[in-house]
Each structure stands twice: as structure tokens, then as C-alpha cells.
């Protein structure tokens, strides 16, 4: 039996993008920072690219701040782009559910032990229109699962 299952856990390296399709759908993408096990001297990383067509998924990584810790679960997909005489390829998650594992603390220098203050959170756009309410929790989403169910990974 056939499988694609991928789960990673990294960091964000930077904030998420959101594109609107001429579908009328939301494609969010942004990458993520996964550290290779040791061999040697020096520490390696990959950079694996992230896609989603899940409103849920996308209204929340583009809530969370560049090194929050995250989860990510879906599936690998190899994208082809170009013209037929010069077409390229590259692979990527499609992914399908994501979680918040650790925040991003930024110590505040203020003369008195006032301790890590959460750095503020990017300016939204387009995520306020995704938000359904009931997809996300109350709070700040650290630990929160959102995304489809197990196994599937439509465009909704």
C-alpha cells in the first residue's frame, strides 16, 4: 500500500505569504527550518518549502512570528512550472494541519528583571478574512492542532 505522510518539525524563518487564486481560494506558503542530525563537525539545516490550501491552516501560521517552533503534517508534492521548453520542478508539503509547539520570547531590556515579553504580532492582512472562528482556539494558538482531518489533504 501506497503511502505519503509527512511530518516535520522546525522553525519559521520568516513570516507566511498568502496569495489569492483566481479560484477565489488562499494559497498560503512559507518555509521551514529543520536541523539535520550531526555527522561531523557543524551543524546542517534543510529548508523545506510549505503550501496550503486550508483556510484553517493558513489563518494560523500567518498568525505566528519568524522562529516560533511549529508542526507541520501533509503530504509531499512535486510541482512542475514553466514553459514547455524550459520546464523546472521542485518538491514541497502540501500540508494539512499545522501546530504551534514553542513561541518566539524577545527579552525587553528594562532595568528591572521584568522578564521576555512575546514580540508583537505582524501587521494581517488577508488572514482576517479567513478566520471561521470555530476552527481556531481561544488564546494564542501555542499547542493548538488546526487543519483537516487525518488523510485528507483536498483544496476543500
Known amino acids: 500500500m501506497d503511502r505519503n505522510e509527512v511530518t516535520l518539525v522546525g522553525r519559521l524563518p520568516e513570516a507566511a505569504h498568502l496569495r489569492l487564486l483566481q479560484s477565489g481560494s488562499t494559497l498560503g506558503t512559507w518555509r521551514l527550518i529543520v536541523r539535520r542530525q550531526p555527522r561531523g563537525r557543524g551543524g546542517r539545516v534543510d529548508t523545506i518549502p510549505c503550501v496550503s490550501f486550508e483556510p484553517e491552516v493558513t489563518a494560523a501560521v500567518t498568525d505566528w512570528l519568524p522562529d516560533d517552533m511549529i508542526e507541520v503534517a501533509g503530504s509531499l508534492r512535486r510541482r512542475w512550472w514553466g514553459s514547455e521548453g524550459s520546464k523546472a520542478s521542485g ?66
Not at 518538491?91 to 513561541?103: D, G, K, M, Q, T
Not at 476552527?135 to 493548538?144: H, I, K, N, V, Y
Request: with cysteine; net charge neutral.
Open 91 to 156: 518538491y514541497e508539503v502540501e500540508v494539512s494541519s499545522v501546530r504551534r509547539l514553542e513561541r518566539q520570547v524577545t527579552p525587553v531590556p528594562t532595568g528591572d528583571e521584568a522578564g521576555p515579553v512575546p514580540t508583537p504580532a505582524p501587521p494581517r492582512r488577508v488572514s482576517s478574512l479567513l478566520r471561521t472562528g470555530s476552527a481556531l482556539a481561544e488564546g494564542d494558538g501555542a499547542s493548538t492542532l488546526v487543519g483537516s482531518e487525518p488523510g485528507r489533504c483536498g483544496r476543500g
